[in-house]
């Protein structure tokens, strides 16, 4: 991965984990260090929703190290597909619904974090629609490295 690469990974990655927090507040009508928390709650288990400022923290540092991560994976995939780079609208929308898939059915539900009940369609589509927006932040962030 080149310096130009590892920028873009880097930079979309916090971007868009970043906006996903608020996206999560809005989503969740709640105040985003109740959702750094609850992400917290996924590797500290349940008694970081009650947590202060270390939980939301390290909600805050999970948040990001998994955006990275995503965004790394989205990164180096484009350098044996190079498609992903040139044609990111589609990709990234395409990247966002498996981020969605990933997180949501298999992530979340292995993680320690208290179950929830089965959310409704429409915050299905909410989520849904938060992560079309994050693949597209770091699908453009990776075309912008390869031009």
Not at 24 to 30: D, E, G, Q, S, Y
Not at 56 to 80: P, R
């Amino acid at each position: 991965m080149g310096p130009d690469l590892l920028s873009a990974v880097l930079i979309g990655g916090m971007v868009a984990g970043i906006l996903d927090i608020g996206a999560a507040a809005a989503i969740n009508r709640k105040g985003p260090l109740a959702i750094l928390r609850g992400i917290a709650s996924g590797l500290l288990g349940p008694k970081a929703l009650k947590g202060g400022a270390l939980a939301s923290a390290s909600g805050f540092l999970l948040q990001l190290a998994m955006s990275v991560v995503i965004a790394a994976i989205y990164g180096l995939a484009s350098l044996w597909l190079p498609i992903l780079a040139r044609m990111w609208i589609a990709t990234g929308l395409a990247y966002g619904v498996g981020v969605f898939v990933v997180m949501t059915y298999i992530v979340v539900p292995l993680s320690v974090a208290p179950s929830r009940p089965l959310p409704g369609i429409s915050k299905i589509a909410k989520d849904l629609l938060a992560m079309l927006g994050f693949g597209l932040i770091i699908a453009y962030a990776v075309h912008r490295a390869s031009v």
